[in-house]
């Protein structure tokens, strides 16, 4: 697949901090079989040109697929069929999983607050089917602002200081979750994603759920503070950089 000089551009911003990432956290191995959570969101999209591109010159070999799940939404066909034509275009294998999440969330559950319910359903069909492709491996799209919008979530949500790693390792269904794009910024991802055939998302409570509101809390805060968002990141990604509440000596007094 040949790409422009503008998207070639947007590209190059993102795989020197997936690179770095990958480094840093031992996420790709000799022989490892990675299978990409595609939603054919922005992220998705991203990440998949992104590790496309990146297996053409990694040190370490690797074979890359890409699980599709469908929702049962309503997804529209030909939004769809780009898709599926630009992992054929990127030489990579599509599998599509036909699932009711969407139905059993929204039409029997009736549920109000669905993320976190359809998380864990989409994740364990991309396991099941990830386990039989013998995939060792799964890469999600979470980029640097879904990790401080997580711990702000935790925070606010579960009186927790939480957030998701770069690296973790799932023993019931014995594979390992990576997420390259833990360093990129979401300006970079929103660049590259306008070259590429994002699909609409068909999901009733988009830009309405919990997320959405911590999104926008960041943008407000980084207006306000222009450096917010970087000393952010700084304190979840530098672990010395915390200074939580500890039992101290004391000598330490």
């Known amino acids: 697949m040949e790409f422009s000089r503008e998207m070639t551009k947007k590209l190059q911003a993102l795989l020197s901090p ?8 031992n996420m790709i191995e000799d022989g490892d079989k990675i299978a990409l959570g595609l939603s054919g969101g922005k992220d998705s999209l991203a990440l998949l040109v992104c590790l496309a591109t990146y297996k053409k010159f990694s040190p370490n070999p690797f074979d890359l697929i890409a699980i599709n799940i469908d929702l049962g939404l309503g997804t529209d066909k030909d939004q769809q069929q780009k898709i599926i034509d630009l992992c054929k275009d990127l030489e990579v294998p599509l599998y599509i999983v ?3 999440i969407g139905p059993i969330i929204f039409d029997e559950r009736k549920e109000t607050s669905p993320c976190s319910l359809c998380s864990k359903m989409r994740r364990g069909a991309l396991c099941t089917k990830a386990n039989e492709l013998n995939a060792n491996k799964i890469a999600l799209a979470h980029h640097a602002d879904d990790l401080m919008e997580t711990m ?4 606010f949500y579960e009186g927790r200081i939480s957030t998701f790693a770069p690296v973790s390792y799932m023993d019931r269904t ?3 979750v990576i997420r390259p794009m833990v360093y990129v910024e979401e300006k970079e991802v929103i660049g590259l994603a306008k070259h590429l055939p994002v699909l609409t998302n ?3 409570a988009n830009h309405t759920t919990q997320r959405e509101y911590m999104k926008n809390l960041l ?3 980084s207006k306000d503070i222009p450096i917010a968002k970087d000393r952010f990141r700084s304190a979840i990604t530098h672990p010395e950089r915390n200074n939580l509440w500890t039992q101290k000596k004391d000598n330490d007094l």
């Open 219 to 221: 943008k407000k805060i």
């Open 152 to 155: 702000l979530l935790s925070m």
């Open 202 to 204: 068909p999901c009733c």
């Open 98 to 100: 036909e699932s009711q």
């Open 18 to 25: 997936i690179r770095r990432a990958i480094n840093d956290y």
């Open 174 to 176: 014995k594979v390992s």
